[in-house]
């Protein structure tokens, strides 16, 4: 413990909080320079996409804005704070993120591991309202906590980290390409129509009959049919057990998703839970591992169940079925977001309801046909369920020897 210290933030490097360049200055933005909000994801240690880019002109009237790679980020307003990631390459910010350029006397992503050991600690510190709670630089740069103060030690306990979280990161990327795999699998069989013919040909393409289908506004094979995904499967909307009642939540151990975790792909795991009881005293239902489910509130998200859940009202529930497995299903619905988010209502919380999803259009292809499909596309979502679930171990692992190693706890050899 003599080798711990107590440390401001502020002594870690200098704080920087972000800013929005104005809307009415389009040349400010393009794709030389990442602009990272609290939208984009800090679910791994290294920022390495965001949804939008700064110009260079846009970065040069940010004046001292600029963040190097291997700066710390905090995410400091709103439900997202406390979150902390690094740049990895020249990066700015929006204001609702304070930001540590670490100086020499630090190990960067040592910092990294320790700010996000102390995610409490940043949580319980905002002032403003408790529907939005916000931290400011003044504040942030005052907050402290213990630190490792030799410099070696720090960069050991951040390798002993770091394999870890290189090992998540390198498996997310193995899924993302399974993944893509598995979608234009799905495009080329049944959206192009060139799954093999009797000759083991691209159908389509080698001058398979085709006829216009009404419903679909398109061409489909001949003798295929159309109906709606509620004909041929399970739709199921989730529900919420009452809050006020324990009996519903308290030593539970039933997983109950929220519409937020959709955006994980595949879903292994849920930040709450419901008991038996919650299930029967409400409109939740427990969906088995296999179902497809969609946020049907804002965003537009299927992904697949991974572990037995329950859901809340803003996700529908998609069963599998002997015919319909999920490895149809899924990618089916990826292709739909678009015009699925085309069908949402209301101004403050846009949505499509459970009929929507019912009555979404699909073609329905020959059981010898969809029996050759799950030949090839099941084993690609068997792997990606074996690697979220390594990661889900990974992950629980390093949350495990997290506190451990900056408490001093457990030292590295």
Same mark, same amino acid.
Request: charged fraction near 20%; charge should be positive.
């Given at each position: 413990?003599?080798?711990?210290?107590?440390?401001?933030?502020?002594?870690?490097?200098?704080?920087?909080?972000?800013?929005?360049?104005? +809307?009415?200055?389009?040349?400010?933005?393009?794709?030389?320079?990442?602009?990272?909000?609290?939208?984009?994801?800090?679910?791994?240690?290294?920022?390495?996409?965001?949804?939008?880019?700064?110009?260079?002109?846009?970065?040069?009237?940010?004046?001292?804005?600029?963040?190097?790679?291997?700066?710390?980020?905090?995410?400091?307003?709103?439900?997202?704070?406390?979150?902390?990631?690094?740049?990895?390459?020249?990066? !700015?910010?929006?204001?609702?993120?304070?930001?540590?350029?670490?100086?020499?006397?630090?190990?960067?992503?040592?910092?990294?591991?320790?700010?996000?050991?102390?995610?409490? /600690?940043?949580?319980?510190?905002?002032?403003?309202?408790?529907? /939005?709670?916000?931290?400011?630089?003044?504040?942030?740069?005052?907050?402290?906590?213990?630190?490792?103060?030799?410099?070696?030690?720090?960069?050991?306990?951040?390798?002993?980290?770091?394999?870890?979280?290189?090992?998540?990161?390198?498996?997310?990327?193995?899924?993302?390409?399974?993944?893509?795999?598995?979608?234009?699998?799905?495009?080329?069989?049944?959206?192009?129509?060139?799954?093999?013919?009797?000759?083991?040909?691209?159908?389509?393409? +080698?001058?398979?009959?085709?006829?216009?289908?009404?419903?679909?506004?398109?061409?489909?094979?001949?003798?295929?049919?159309?109906?709606?995904?509620?004909?041929?499967?399970?739709?199921? /909307?989730?529900?919420?057990?009452?809050?006020?009642?324990?009996?519903?939540?308290?030593?539970?151990?039933?997983?109950?998703?929220?519409?937020?975790?959709?955006?994980?792909?595949?879903?292994?795991?849920?930040?709450?839970?419901?008991?038996?009881?919650?299930?029967?005293?409400?409109?939740?239902?427990?969906?088995?591992?296999?179902? !497809?489910?969609?946020?049907?509130?804002?965003?537009?998200?299927?992904?697949?169940?991974?572990?037995?859940?329950?859901?809340?009202?803003?996700? !529908?529930?998609?069963?599998?079925?002997?015919?319909?497995?999920?490895?149809?299903?899924?990618?089916?619905?990826?292709?739909?977001?678009?015009?699925?988010?085309?069908?949402?209502?209301?101004?403050?919380?846009?949505?499509?309801?459970?009929?929507?999803?019912?009555?979404?259009?699909?073609?329905?292809?020959?059981?010898?046909?969809?029996?050759?499909?799950?030949?090839?596309?099941?084993?690609?979502?068997?792997?990606?369920?074996?690697?979220?679930?390594?990661?889900?171990? /990974?992950?629980?692992?390093?949350?495990?020897?997290?506190?451990?190693?900056?408490?001093?706890?457990?030292?590295?050899?």
């Amino acid at each position: 413990m003599s080798n711990l210290k107590r440390f401001e933030f502020s002594e870690f490097g200098e704080v920087i909080t972000g800013k929005t360049p104005s +809307s009415a200055h389009p040349e400010d933005w393009g794709n030389a320079i990442p602009f990272i909000t609290p939208s984009d994801s800090f679910e791994q240690k290294y920022i390495n996409s965001t949804q939008r880019y700064l110009s260079s002109e846009g970065v040069r009237k940010l004046k001292g804005k600029l963040l190097p790679g291997n700066s710390i980020l905090v995410t400091c307003i709103g439900s997202a704070m406390g979150k902390v990631a690094m740049t990895k390459a020249p990066s !700015v910010t929006n204001q609702q993120i304070n930001a540590i350029k670490v100086n020499s006397n630090y190990d960067p992503s040592y910092i990294y591991y320790c700010l996000k050991n102390n995610y409490k /600690l940043i949580r319980n510190a905002a002032g403003g309202s408790t529907a /939005l709670p916000l931290l400011n630089k003044k504040d942030f740069e005052r907050l402290n906590c213990n630190a490792h103060v030799d410099k070696i030690e720090q960069k050991k306990i951040s390798l002993a980290l770091s394999l870890i979280d290189e090992k998540i990161a390198l498996n997310n990327h193995i899924n993302a390409e399974l993944e893509a795999m598995a979608k234009t699998l799905y495009d080329y069989w049944f959206v192009q129509f060139d799954f093999p013919d009797a000759n083991g040909k691209p159908y389509k393409t +080698s001058g398979g009959k085709m006829e216009y289908n009404a419903t679909l506004k398109r061409e489909i094979p001949v003798g295929w049919g159309v109906t709606n995904i509620g004909s041929i499967a399970k739709i199921v /909307l989730g529900g919420t057990p009452s809050t006020g009642n324990d009996d519903y939540w308290k030593n539970a151990n039933i997983p109950w998703l929220s519409s937020a975790e959709t955006a994980f792909f595949p879903v292994v795991s849920s930040e709450q839970m419901i008991t038996s009881s919650g299930i029967e005293n409400s409109a939740a239902t427990l969906l088995p591992k296999g179902t !497809v489910v969609i946020s049907i509130v804002r965003y537009i998200r299927p992904s697949i169940l991974g572990i037995d859940a329950a859901t809340n009202q803003s996700v !529908v529930g998609i069963r599998e079925s002997d015919i319909y497995k999920s490895s149809f299903i899924y990618p089916y619905f990826c292709s739909e977001v678009p015009r699925l988010m085309g069908l949402r209502t209301g101004a403050q919380q846009p949505h499509i309801n459970k009929g929507v999803i019912d009555e979404s259009p699909i073609s329905e292809p020959p059981s010898s046909t969809l029996a050759e499909y799950y030949k090839l596309a099941n084993p690609v979502f068997d792997k990606i369920m074996a690697v979220a679930f390594q990661n889900h171990e /990974l992950v629980k692992l390093r949350n495990w020897l997290l506190p451990l190693l900056m408490n001093g706890q457990v030292k590295v050899k």
